[in-house]
């Protein structure tokens, strides 16, 4: 079992930055494939940016490339989405994802979730 927590949401100007962080219990973090989506209302979950097989990070779009950084600490079991030059598109629910065997970027990929954190983008 793989219980996530993530934190940093909030309410930020167009522009500005937040950095999300998803911390992960159990002792092989280090082997889990992690990823972040996002939720808008009204919207399916999409992908946003995770790892591939070689531990390059992936990205949705070119759009989210330049403008957010997917990394991990594995001494510290936490994964980070560090969000710049945010836009009001982007105001979703962030969740952080993991599983312990498969790489994807469809949501049915993780067998495990967070409880998600709010990022809303004001114009």
């Known amino acids: 079992q793989v219980q996530l927590v993530e934190s940093g949401g909030g309410l930020v100007q167009a522009g500005g930055s937040l950095r999300l962080s998803c911390a992960a219990s159990g002792r092989a973090f280090s082997t889990y494939t992690m990823a972040w989506f996002r939720q808008a209302p009204g919207k399916e979950r999409e992908f946003v940016a995770g790892?591939?097989?070689?531990?390059?990070?992936?990205y949705s779009s070119d759009s989210v490339k330049g403008r957010f950084t997917i990394s991990r600490d594995n001494a510290k079991n936490t994964l980070y989405l560090q969000m710049n030059s945010l836009k009001p598109d982007d105001t979703a629910a962030y969740y952080c994802?993991?599983?312990?065997?498969?790489?994807?970027?469809?949501?049915?990929?993780?067998?495990?979730w967070g409880q998600g954190t709010q990022v809303t983008v004001s114009s």
């Open positions: 994802a993991a599983d312990t065997s498969r790489i994807g970027v469809r949501p049915h990929d993780y067998d495990y």
């Open positions: 790892f591939g097989w070689n531990g390059v990070p992936l």
